[in-house]
């Protein structure tokens, strides 16, 4: 059963393969031979065209002076570009890390200054949020104080009262 199985699948693979190259290749044999059967025959379809067309434009006639360029031609008279194009690949290599290190360097400066800047500002802020605490406590302690006072005077107020009305002092 498998013996025939894989002959089947071999003529389907030759089918397939067949009929791929025809739908391929088979429109341009298609059109090639229509043309050599009209071409052999006595009778043409469509007279041959007559054309006034001017000829092409060429080179020289549209640009005179880009003929004359060349690649190799290309900077030879820029000493700067010159010497860049004679470097090697492995100088062209260094001189990229060497830019890129240094582009990091500044990177690691900006940071630095950066961070020394963000450590002064903290510490600022420190420096003020240890400020509003000591006055805080202070006020506290003078709010306290204040109101030990006030309970010692109100204390004072009422035994004056007290003595006042034993003596007979009545309130208006």
């Known amino acids: ?7 089947c699948l071999r003529w389907c693979l030759v089918v397939f393969a067949v009929v791929s190259a025809l739908g391929v290749c088979g429109p341009a044999l298609y059109w090639r031979f229509k043309k050599t059967m009209r071409l052999g025959g006595t009778t043409a379809s469509c007279p041959p065209c007559i054309c006034d067309c001017p000829p092409p434009l060429s080179l020289l006639k549209i640009s005179p002076g880009l003929v004359n360029l060349s690649i190799t031609d290309c900077g030879s008279n820029d000493p700067d570009l010159k010497q860049e194009m004679e470097k090697q690949f492995v100088d062209l290599l260094s001189e990229e890390l060497k830019l890129q290190e240094a582009v990091a360097q500044e990177h690691a400066h900006h940071m630095n200054i950066t961070f020394a800047e963000a450590k002064r500002v903290a510490s600022q802020y420190q420096r ?13 302690e003078a ?19 007290r003595r006042a009305r034993q003596r007979g002092w009545e309130m208006e």
């Open 1 to 7: 059963m498998s013996r025939r199985s894989g002959a």
């Open 128 to 140: 003020e949020a240890e400020k509003c605490n000591a006055a805080t406590e202070t006020c506290e």
């Open 143 to 161: 709010r306290e104080r204040a109101e030990a006072l006030l309970i010692k005077e109100r204390k004072a107020t009422s035994l004056w009262e």
